[in-house]
């Protein structure tokens, strides 16, 4: 084989190997790039929720101000959330824990908010709406001006020691002190 044929062969190769490296490092540069970067996936099409985007990733998402609305959070995590003006809205909680979480002013209409512990929350001014709240634990939690009104199979929620306000929009049929509430004035 002629030596002059086999050089310009390897250099004709080393274009294309130089590319390839070039695109595998711009891939990594990439990759290291967007793993800090919130991941928001499409929802599943039988259900309509947006997929768990996994326990680890969970309280980095919920903290940095990601749109969590819609996405399937069943047994979530959040204990002691400092997360105001969060929404969930149309999200699937249930069985998750916010236990002291700060969620004043926190949207979550339409939630399915069953089995989900709120107690000790600050929930002054939040939008539960709509909400299915099967067996939700509020004890002592700030109900103070919160919305939850026409809720789901409110009927089992346990009240006991919660604050609310005259502003506290109740569902239809639920006495609050009954269920252990206590009224502050205003």
């Known amino acids: 084989m002629n030596p002059l044929i086999g050089i310009r062969a390897l250099a004709g190769l080393a274009l294309p190997v130089a590319?390839?490296?070039?695109?595998?490092?711009?891939?990594?540069?990439?990759?290291?790039?967007?793993?800090d970067r919130p991941r928001i996936e499409r929802p599943d099409p039988a259900t309509g929720l947006q997929p768990s985007p996994g326990r680890r990733r969970l309280r980095s998402l919920a903290t940095c101000g990601a749109d969590l609305r819609g996405f399937d959070?069943?047994?979530?995590?959040?204990?002691?959330?400092?997360?105001?003006?969060?929404?969930?809205?149309?999200?699937?909680?249930?069985?998750?824990?916010?236990?002291?979480?700060?969620?004043?002013g926190a949207r979550f209409r339409q939630?399915?908010?069953?089995?989900?512990?709120?107690?000790?929350?600050?929930?002054?001014?939040?939008?539960?709406?709509?909400?299915?709240?099967?067996?939700?634990?509020?004890s002592g939690?700030?109900?103070r001006g919160a919305n939850l009104?026409?809720?789901?199979?409110?009927?089992?929620?346990?009240?006991?020691?919660?604050?609310?306000?005259?502003?506290?929009?109740?569902?239809?049929?639920?006495?609050?002190?009954a269920a252990g509430a206590v009224l502050v004035p205003n």
Not at 78 to 99: I, K, V, Y
Not at 111 to 137: H, I, K, M, P
């Open 19 to 35: 590319l390839a490296i070039s695109a595998r490092e711009q891939r990594r540069a990439r990759r290291a790039r967007d793993a």
């Open 141 to 143: 939690a700030d109900l």
């Open 73 to 104: 959070l069943r047994g979530a995590q959040l204990d002691r959330l400092n997360r105001p003006a969060l929404d969930l809205s149309g999200a699937d909680l249930t069985g998750a824990h916010f236990r002291r979480s700060l969620l004043e």
């Open 149 to 177: 009104a026409a809720c789901r199979r409110a009927s089992m929620v346990h009240l006991r020691g919660a604050l609310f306000d005259h502003a506290t929009a109740w569902p239809h049929g639920l006495d609050p002190r």
């Open 111 to 138: 939630a399915a908010l069953d089995y989900v512990d709120f107690s000790g929350c600050d929930l002054r001014g939040a939008d539960l709406s709509g909400s299915s709240l099967l067996e939700t634990d509020f």
